[in-house]
């Protein structure tokens, strides 16, 4: 039951074929057996999660109109708030912390019936590619399992590819759904910005954050794409425009007439070779379906990563001076005549890990008087370069694409002493997040030279999420009646308990 | 080329609030000028006649309905509280105990 899809689940929730109980139990059960192994999961909400099953279970059962996905059990990212449950983001300064109040998302989540399991790992506050940086140790990527499975999200990604759970939260700045899902074999969908509300998810860098849906199929992310997106007033810049039609745009995969633009600058030098010959197959698979390839240009994406380390860095240094030591979350250094000031330096300096400090100390450099215009000033400028850049290729294109990631999966401990090699990982997914508008990753095969997983990525004009998954679709159909068997089928069997 | 010293570091550590051992300082200065030469390429791009951008949404000033909704209990908003003393933040001591 758990290697069926979401939608085949709710199918047959609807069908009375199986419950939300029994379903949420084998999730369960994969989760007791595995994750010793996989580490994705940071808290298991076992009799909450079950308790939420019965409920949606007993309202079937009245009769009641239910959502498509109700029943179905998800994984929650540990940056998203969720009332009573520990929400650590990752970091040793929330452990323990219960938050008083749930995420907009969970509030869509729990309004659709959708069950959450438990919170998963990621890199602390979500500043990683490799989940590395969690204080709570890493997440194993579950095609071998001494390998990364990516970042920030990789407990969400992770815990898709181990059939977990059929559905994940995530959030993505710079590529924190897109790369986990490319390097575990799985869909991961960042929204256009201000499509799903941050109301209740931990800020990091707030012109960049965005939630959206991590899972096994294109439709299944449609599915819960479509239940946690929309207008929230609880959020200024949540988007009050109705929210893309996107599980339409998922089961038709009709991409005729389509004009798919290649970035040129996003393949070539650096790019991993088994990666560049998925993605060209990937091409070649969508023209046959009727698209028409073309090629574009962003001669100023080359900037992007720099900007980003400065745009991000700066904006967190902002929103983690909130964690203070004085209204929740750890306090340390409490002897008697300490200050507010010494309580509040000891207490970060235990709290945080070496990256989190790393961009806070980056991050109050760059918005310095005297540096604040040669750093923060001309990232923002770049920033407007990007956009002119998408601008100027939508006018050719209906989509762009590109590997999501340079490589595949790398091993454990490998880059985590090189800041700079560990930020190349992002160079492909981090342009969207500074235009603002959407991005996807789906499995293209595995790479012949490691036999690891290569993500393929589609990339939307703001509001027109819909077009990736018209995309998307249609790429999958045509693999998987290549592979005959959806690619998480080759991945080894884990062993566990 | 750019660099940050060691005593550079420690200015930025006290006025982001972190204290920080004598290895973290010298580790992060020298990473500082591997990432600061890294990060500066965007100046040679950035021109004068280019404006920035600080959001991806054209928005300004969005307002909601000034109505009073329920909020937390104080009991909920003390809930994660570190320390608490009559509904309230425990906190230590802000300022010089001169008086």
Redesign the interface.
């Known amino acids: 039951m758990i290697h069926l899809t979401a939608a085949q689940m709710a199918s047959k929730l609807i069908a009375g074929e199986t419950t939300s109980v029994e379903l949420t139990q084998a999730h369960l059960d994969r989760i007791a057996a595995v994750d010793s192994d996989v580490h994705a999961f940071l808290f298991v909400d076992s009799d909450g999660a079950l308790a939420q099953a019965a409920a949606v279970d007993a309202l079937r059962a009245a009769g009641e109109k239910l959502a498509p996905l109700a029943g179905v059990p998800l994984a929650l990212k540990d940056v998203m708030v969720q009332k009573g449950i520990p929400t650590t983001a990752g970091s040793k300064i929330l452990e323990g912390?219960?938050?008083?109040?749930d995420s907009t998302v969970v509030t869509n989540l729990k309004n659709n019936g959708v069950v959450i399991l438990g919170k998963t790992n990621m890199d602390e506050f979500a500043m990683g590619s490799s989940t590395e940086n969690s204080a709570y140790g890493p997440t194993h990527n579950p095609w071998d399992l001494t390998r990364i499975p990516g970042g920030s999200g990789g407990g969400s990604s992770a815990a898709l590819a181990a059939f977990e759970a059929p559905l994940a939260i995530g959030t993505d700045t710079g590529g924190s759904i897109r790369q986990p899902a490319a390097v575990t074999g799985t869909v991961g969908v960042k929204p256009t910005?201000?499509g799903v509300s941050r109301f209740g998810l931990i800020a990091f860098s707030s012109?960049l954050d965005q939630a959206g849906p991590c899972a096994r199929t294109v439709l299944d992310a449609a599915l819960l794409h479509e239940a946690i997106a929309g207008h929230d007033?609880k959020d200024?810049?949540s988007?009050n425009a109705p929210v893309p039609q996107v599980v339409a745009a998922a089961k038709s995969g009709d991409v005729k007439g389509m004009k798919i633009g290649v970035v040129k600058e996003l393949n070539g030098d650096g790019y991993q070779s088994g990666v560049r010959l998925r993605f060209e197959e990937s091409l070649e698979l969508l023209a046959a379906a009727g698209a028409e390839i073309v090629e574009v240009s962003a001669p100023?994406f080359e900037?992007a990563?720099?900007?980003y380390?400065?745009i991000a860095p700066s904006e967190c240094?902002s929103n983690l001076?909130r964690f203070?030591?004085?209204?929740?979350?750890?306090?340390v250094g409490?002897v008697d005549?300490?200050?507010?000031?010494?309580?509040?330096?000891?207490t970060?300096?235990v709290g945080?890990g070496r990256e989190v400090?790393?961009r806070?100390?980056?991050g109050?450099?760059?918005l310095?008087s005297g540096y604040y215009d040669?750093?923060y000033?001309?990232?923002?400028?770049?920033?407007?370069?990007i956009?002119q850049d998408f601008n100027k290729a939508f006018q050719k294109c209906d989509v762009m694409v590109s590997p999501t990631c340079p490589t595949t999966a790398f091993k454990i401990g490998e880059k985590s002493n090189d800041?700079?090699a560990m930020?190349l990982n992002d160079i492909a997914t981090i342009p969207v997040n500074?235009?603002?508008?959407g991005g996807m990753s789906l499995p293209a095969g595995l790479a012949p030279e490691d036999g690891l997983p290569v993500g393929f990525q589609i990339m939307a004009p703001?509001m027109q999420d819909q077009r990736m998954y018209l995309v998307g679709a249609a790429l999958e159909a045509a693999l998987l009646s290549q592979w005959g068997a959806p690619l998480l089928s080759q991945a080894p069997e884990l062993v566990g308990k | 080329m750019s660099s940050l010293s060691r005593d550079d570091v420690a200015n930025l550590a006290r006025l982001a609030r972190i204290e920080m051992s004598e290895e973290e300082l010298v580790n992060l200065s020298n990473e500082f000028t591997v990432i600061l030469d890294a990060v500066a390429r965007v100046q040679e791009v950035a021109g004068a006649d280019v404006e920035p951008t600080s959001h991806p949404l054209p928005l300004r000033n969005v307002f909601r309905p000034d109505v009073v909704v329920p909020s937390l209990t104080p009991e909920a908003a003390l809930s994660g509280a570190p320390a608490q003393e009559d509904s309230r933040f425990r906190v230590p001591q802000i300022l010089g105990e001169e008086a």
Do not use: C, H
């Not at chain 1, 912390?97 to 109040?101: A, L, M």
């Not at chain 1, 203070?324 to 306090?331: P, S, V």
């Not at chain 1, 005549?337 to 000891?346: D, I, T, Y």
């Open positions: 912390w219960r938050p008083p109040y910005y201000g012109s007033p200024s810049t988007i100023n900037y990563l720099a900007a380390y400065l240094s001076a203070d030591a004085m209204r929740y979350g750890l306090r409490e005549g300490a200050s507010a000031e010494s309580v509040m330096n000891l970060r300096e945080f400090k790393r806070i100390i980056l109050t450099y760059a310095s040669a750093y000033g001309s990232a923002q400028k770049v920033r407007t370069l956009t800041p700079i930020y500074m235009a603002g508008i703001a």
